[in-house]
């Protein structure tokens, strides 16, 4: 009996959704926007490097606000594009592991980010959180896009 019960079960798992044309296009979409973000964060680090130097030049007095505006935009664009990547990551349904991802994705890139920045302000420990917490942040990103890619081929 048990063993009848097994192979019905086991029937039942081997059986698999097909592929939709929307989840297929959201796939799609799900690595060029994980490339996109990818190449934002490169960005990113280029102007916090320049922001830095900036104020650097102008002395200690400068205000952080003008040198940092384009790093802190850029900062705000790609929460937007961690939350696209998530939204196109659950219409994909890539898996556990790239949704799980994704989510922790936006949670780093728009609530952390700020919230150590913001701190920072006052303490200069948080600043440097904030800049390991950006490459935590690019490589949760490389790993879902090669992890992507690999499922692909």
């Known amino acids: 009996m048990r063993s009848k019960h097994a192979v019905a079960v ?18 799609l979409g799900y ?8 190449l934002a964060g490169v960005a990113q680090i280029f102007l916090a490097g320049l922001g830095a130097f900036r104020l650097q030049d102008q002395g200690l ?5 003008s040198a940092f505006a384009p790093h802190r935009a850029l ?4 929460g937007g594009i ?7 990551a659950v219409i994909a349904r890539p898996g556990a592991r790239a949704i799980a991802g ?3 994705l936006v949670v780093l890139t728009s609530l952390m980010q700020s919230l150590l920045a913001g701190f920072a302000e006052d303490h200069v420990v948080y600043g440097a ?11 949760i990103a490389a790993y879902l896009y090669f992890w992507s890619r690999r499922r692909a081929s």
């Open 129 to 139: 959180l904030h800049a390991l917490d950006g490459l935590l942040i690019l490589g």
């Open 31 to 38: 690595r060029w926007a994980l490339l996109a973000f990818l």
């Open 102 to 104: 994704s989510a922790v």
């Open 61 to 65: 007095a400068a205000a952080g606000d």
């Open 75 to 78: 900062g705000f664009a790609m």
């Open 82 to 88: 961690a939350l696209l990547i998530l939204v196109l």
């Open 10 to 27: 086991g029937a039942e798992q081997v059986t698999a959704a097909p592929v939709t044309g929307l989840c297929r296009g959201a796939l």
